[in-house]
């Protein structure tokens, strides 16, 4: 078997159009969504990923701004940062780009923004919410991979879904996510033993590691959806994820291909969360998340 590969980009467009007539919406009655991104330092990666997510907001009409602070900002300059943009009331999302240098507690930044602006999920309420099937902002890369699931009409409700990683903002909500749309899942790391045993009962496989060619085809199940999370730079300067995306790729069903998968639905779904906040604080609109 070939598998399908999925178009991440294409969904991702699909996708942010659908939300572009909520936005416009919102317009039409005076109200403009607005983003706030900070990015501490100049890490290159995080400077490509704020780009795409300040142009993704523009093709979409959204307003964005993005502070820039220096790498050595004190955690207090950092929170009062965010406090100014929780009472900004032209802001309506707000997001720290993640990693955060070694002297700043990403838990007490997280916990500082504001919960009803919260579009990346992360806060520890939000992250509660969605542990209770009460989602409030469903963090955007999980979500994305939930929506490319959904658009390719691969059924989630009885399959055996298998997430490899258990970070805060991939694998742990990725799991829950599937877990409330009626998937059995199981929950692996890099350091689990027989690996293979786990990701080959697979329906679905979605990886977040961040270790390239960590699943190869004989860990598949034939035909299974491969949801390849992963962004790694190898040393010649290619962009791979977690998968060995072409041993894999003729024994799935579906994959994802690195770039051009997951990557591009994590921005669409931070345009979809922003429009939500925009709805929910201005009281117009459904501010309800919609069935992908
Ligand atoms: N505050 C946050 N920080 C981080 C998040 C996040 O969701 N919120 N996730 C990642 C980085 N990330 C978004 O911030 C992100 C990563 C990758 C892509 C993407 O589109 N990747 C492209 C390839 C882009 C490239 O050339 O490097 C792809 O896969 O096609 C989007 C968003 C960590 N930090
Ligand atoms: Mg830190």
New binding site residues.
Partial sequence: MTAQIID??AIAEQVRGEWKKRADALKAQGVLPGLAVIIVGDNP??K???R??VRACHDVGLHSEVHELPADITEAMLLKQIQDLNANPDIHGI?????LPDHISDDKVLETIDVEKDV?G?HLYNLGALVAGNTVFP???PYGVQCLIEHTNIPIEGQNAVVVGRSN?VGKPMALMLLHKGATVSICTSKTRDLAFYTRLADILVVAVGRPGLITADMVKEGAAVLDVG?NRTDEGK?VGDVDFESVKEKAGHITP???????M??SM?VANTVLAAERLSGLGSGKLQDT
């Avoid at 997001?95 to 990693?99: A, E, G, S, Y």
């Avoid at 690195?258 to 591009?264: D, E, F, L, S």
């Fill in positions: 991440g980009k990666a995080s490509v990923y704020v795409n997510k997001l720290v780009q993640l990693p990346d992360f963090p955007c890369t903002i962004i962009l690195v770039p051009g998968g997951v990557g591009p994590t921005i931070l």
